[in-house]
């Protein structure tokens, strides 16, 4: 779920504090609502389940706290959700 430009700046932050890229972690596909409910999909098979996820855009954000919702992950008591990006979209209302 992470654009380029953004998977850039996470692996710099990450080397800049000595850390590894850690890449099962990251989710990258295009931004249809299918592909956003099949990334959630991924992050609820992971195990553990992630602290958080930090997401592309609000668009993006809204279908994975749906879809984690409705396979009864507490948003965000079991996971935090975090928009990267505050855009606007055209898109039909998610919650």
Known sequence: MFATSTTRGYSAALYDHSM????????????????????????????????????????????CMRTLKEHKIDVPRHISVVALLNQSSQRKNVQ
Not at 22 to 40: H, K, M, R, T
């Open 20 to 63: 590894q890229v850690e890449y099962s972690f990251l989710i990258l596909d295009n931004l249809s609502e299918q592909a956003d409910v099949d990334a959630a999909v991924k992050i609820l098979k992971m195990k553990p389940l992630p602290d958080s996820a930090f997401i592309t855009n609000d668009f993006v954000d809204g279908v």
